[in-house]
């Protein structure tokens, strides 16, 4: 499986992007795709997953309520939705599929991953 993540930028804070992950390669093997992001001197963290084949979502709780994560089966293509932007979404987002039907939050649970996309958010 090979992944093409793009749609970061630099936005001000409140602003929305859009990040897209487009999947392709063995895309029956898929069972879940997420969305980590590494900011500067930190850990890579999880920011949300969904199933490939079922409508379940989950996200990180610092940007519930902000970012939607959405799929579009028909594309191959995996959407991060991110609204009411703060200065601490600063880092480089990352798309990742995962083999595992039951989403998780652990990047080691991901077996593929794609080159990450750099949000930048202004105060």
């Known amino acids: 499986v090979q992944l093409q993540a793009c749609g970061g930028g630099l936005v001000q804070a409140g602003g929305s992007l859009r990040l897209s992950c487009a999947a392709s390669?063995?895309?029956?093997?898929?069972?879940?795709v997420g969305w980590f992001r590494q900011a500067p001197g930190k850990e890579r963290e999880f920011v949300a997953a969904?199933?490939?084949?079922?409508?379940?979502?989950n996200y990180a709780d610092s940007v519930k309520g902000r970012f939607t994560i959405s799929r579009d089966n028909a594309k191959n293509t995996v959407y991060l939705q991110m609204n009411s932007l703060k200065p601490e979404d600063t880092a480089v987002y990352y798309c990742a599929a995962s083999r595992r039907v039951i989403l998780t939050t652990r990047a080691s649970g991901f077996e593929y991953w794609g080159q990450g996309t750099q949000v930048t958010v202004s105060s």
């Open positions: 390669g063995r895309i029956s093997s898929i069972g879940g």
């Open positions: 969904i199933s490939w084949r079922a409508d379940v979502t």
